[in-house]
Structures are given as structure tokens and as C-alpha cells.
């Protein structure tokens, strides 16, 4: 744009600031103040273009940050509950107990440290999900009256409790001792050992090893401390379940206990039961 075309638009303010109107019309000056107060203009202009423009890269910035923390634990809960199909316990392999026996032959490292145990998170899930193969699998649980039903997985590392219920002793048997589970709680309800704090009194809780059920019935439920480590101890003349996840605060744990009732053979059980078992895993 030529001066002539441009100079119109500048106020009156800005030529009495350059000097412009004390300057003769067409002089060199005039020309030179001109393009001086010009330049100055269009530097303005791209320094309020840089600063627009950065400005719209924080605000998206920001924009996605938000996004990233109102998703990150839908995310999570996604992570999770396909963890089902990683850990590839269902209904077929009822009939297939070798499964398990195959697993146990592998001699795969089981980690009973209880200090490995942390709040999960997003890269906690999906290495559980590429490590899916480092958890044993020992069987399944079900509390149906709450749509519980997770696999059993052997130990309680950090990526066995991501996708399963995870055993708390190294030697512990279905039916016989004190059988001791342990279970994240999340936000989300349905998920994982969440379940249990919608649990009655007198609920049946159904245990598969593949090969027989076994059926205990909920009689205790409170919280303990975290230190209350003796609660998964073998206790003499009784055959129990010790199911055992964090509170909402996660100081303290939520202890839910049964008392053994009965095994039953895979291929003795009722239909109830079994169907127990098809109920849409808490990792799904």
C-alpha cells in the first residue's frame, strides 16, 4: 500500500507524535518519517500476531490437558476391564483343567511382596496388559448377588492385581485354610474388587479351580488397618475366604470374610452356579 493510500488511516495523534505534521509535504523527511512510522506499524501488527498465536497454542494446550484429565480414568477403566480377555480365563476352560496345570508346570516367578502394591494408574494397566503373560492364572471368583467374577491370579504383583484377584499366600488351597484374595478398588463400582462394598451378610461367593466349585457364604465384613497383615493367617479348625481391597481414602482396607460351605465337581454343579461363572467379568 502506498503512503498516500495508507497515511489516512493513521490518527492525528501518531503524525504529532513522529513529527510528521511539522514536516513539509513530499520533503525527504516527510518521506523518511513515513516509512518510520509505517515500519513501526507493521511491526506492531506482527508482534500482535505472534502474541495471538501463541496465545491460541496455550489455550490448546490447556485445552488437551483438560481433555487428558477428565479421560484418564475412563482410560484406566477401559484398560482394565479388557483385562478379561488378557488373562483368558472363562466357561470353556471348565472342562479344560489342564490349562492351569500347564501354567503351574512353567514355574513362572509369583511375587508375594505386599510393598509392591500401588494405587494403579494408566502405565501400571497397559504393562499389565503387554505383561499379561507373566500372570498365573489359579482360577476364578464370583459373588453373583453383586456381579463380581474376576480370574484368580497367583501372587500379588503389581500387574496380577491390574487384571485379576490376586492370591495373598504362596501355598494357600480353595476349601482348605484361609484362602486370602486381594482386589483393587476403583471409582468405577463394577470393577474389580469395587463390588465389595455392596456385599450383604449371608452372600454366597463361589470359587473355581477349574476342576471342582467351592461355595463359601459371606459372615464379616469391616475395615482394618493396613498393618492388620494376621487377617490372611491360617486360623485352626476353620475353612475360610478373606477377600481384601482399600477403602475410598485408601489408608485403611475393607475386610469382607466367609466360612467354607460345600465342593461340588465342575460337572456336578448346578447351572446357578456355573452360570455364575458367564456373568460379565469386573475387568471388562
Same mark, same amino acid.
Request: glycine residues 6%; aromatic residues 8%.
Given at each position: 500500500?502506498?503512503?498516500?493510500?495508507?497515511?489516512?488511516?493513521?490518527?492525528?495523534?501518531?503524525?504529532?507524535?513522529?513529527?510528521?505534521?511539522?514536516?513539509?509535504?513530499?520533503?525527504?523527511?516527510?518521506?523518511?518519517?513515513?516509512?518510520?512510522?509505517?515500519?513501526?506499524?507493521?511491526?506492531?501488527?506482527?508482534?500482535?500476531?505472534?502474541?495471538?498465536?501463541?496465545?491460541?497454542?496455550?489455550?490448546?494446550?490447556?485445552?488437551?490437558t483438560g481433555i487428558f484429565f477428565?479421560?484418564?480414568?475412563?482410560?484406566?477403566?477401559?484398560?482394565?476391564?479388557?483385562?478379561?480377555?488378557?488373562?483368558?480365563?472363562?466357561?470353556?476352560?471348565?472342562?479344560?483343567?489342564?490349562?492351569? !496345570?500347564?501354567?503351574?508346570? #512353567?514355574?513362572? /516367578? %509369583?511375587?508375594?511382596?505386599?510393598?509392591?502394591?500401588? *494405587?494403579?494408574? +494408566?502405565?501400571?494397566?497397559?504393562?499389565?496388559?503387554?505383561?499379561?503373560?507373566?500372570?498365573?492364572?489359579?482360577?476364578?471368583?464370583?459373588?453373583?448377588?453383586?456381579?463380581?467374577?474376576?480370574?484368580?491370579?497367583?501372587?500379588?504383583?503389581?500387574?496380577?492385581?491390574?487384571?485379576?484377584?490376586?492370591?495373598?499366600?504362596?501355598?494357600?488351597?480353595?476349601?482348605?485354610?484361609?484362602?486370602?484374595?486381594?482386589?483393587?478398588?476403583?471409582?468405577?463400582?463394577?470393577?474389580?474388587?469395587?463390588?465389595?462394598?455392596?456385599?450383604?451378610?449371608?452372600?454366597?461367593?463361589?470359587?473355581?479351580?477349574l476342576n471342582y466349585i467351592y461355595?463359601?457364604?459371606?459372615? !464379616?465384613?469391616?475395615?482394618? #488397618?493396613?498393618? /492388620? %497383615?494376621?487377617?490372611?493367617?491360617?486360623?485352626?479348625? *476353620?475353612?475360610? +475366604?478373606?477377600?481384601?481391597?482399600?477403602?475410598?481414602?485408601?489408608?485403611?482396607?475393607?475386610?469382607?470374610?466367609?466360612?467354607?460351605?460345600?465342593?461340588?465337581?465342575?460337572?456336578?454343579?448346578?447351572?446357578?452356579?456355573?452360570?455364575?461363572?458367564?456373568?460379565?467379568?469386573?475387568?471388562?
Amino acid at each position: 500500500m502506498e503512503w498516500e493510500e495508507w497515511l489516512p488511516y493513521v490518527s492525528e495523534e501518531r503524525r504529532e507524535r513522529v513529527g510528521l505534521t511539522r514536516l513539509p509535504l513530499g520533503s525527504q523527511k516527510h518521506y523518511n518519517k513515513l516509512k518510520v512510522l509505517q515500519g513501526g506499524d507493521w511491526v506492531s501488527k506482527k508482534k500482535r500476531r505472534v502474541k495471538n498465536w501463541m496465545y491460541n497454542i496455550l489455550s490448546i494446550v490447556l485445552l488437551l490437558t483438560g481433555i487428558f484429565f477428565l479421560a484418564y480414568e475412563p482410560i484406566i477403566n477401559w484398560v482394565v476391564s479388557s483385562g478379561t480377555e488378557a488373562v483368558n480365563l472363562n466357561v470353556s476352560d471348565f472342562r479344560k483343567p489342564e490349562s492351569i !496345570e500347564a501354567q503351574k508346570e #512353567e514355574q513362572k /516367578e %509369583v511375587s508375594y511382596d505386599f510393598n509392591e502394591v500401588e *494405587e494403579l494408574d +494408566l502405565k501400571t494397566v497397559l504393562m499389565a496388559k503387554l505383561n499379561k503373560d507373566d500372570i498365573v492364572v489359579a482360577g476364578g471368583i464370583s459373588i453373583p448377588s453383586v456381579h463380581l467374577n474376576l480370574p484368580i491370579g497367583k501372587g500379588t504383583s503389581k500387574y496380577t492385581l491390574a487384571l485379576t484377584a490376586g492370591t495373598m499366600k504362596e501355598d494357600q488351597v480353595m476349601g482348605e485354610g484361609n484362602y486370602a484374595l486381594a482386589g483393587h478398588h476403583m471409582n468405577r463400582q463394577d470393577l474389580l474388587f469395587s463390588p465389595l462394598f455392596q456385599v450383604k451378610i449371608g452372600a454366597p461367593v463361589y470359587l473355581t479351580d477349574l476342576n471342582y466349585i467351592y461355595e463359601y457364604q459371606i459372615d !464379616e465384613q469391616r475395615r482394618i #488397618e493396613a498393618t /492388620e %497383615v494376621e487377617v490372611i493367617d491360617d486360623v485352626a479348625g *476353620e475353612k475360610l +475366604l478373606t477377600l481384601i481391597t482399600c477403602t475410598d481414602k485408601g489408608s485403611a482396607r475393607l475386610l469382607t470374610r466367609g466360612h467354607f460351605v460345600k465342593r461340588t465337581p465342575v460337572d456336578q454343579a448346578a447351572s446357578e452356579i456355573l452360570e455364575a461363572f458367564q456373568l460379565d467379568l469386573n475387568n471388562r
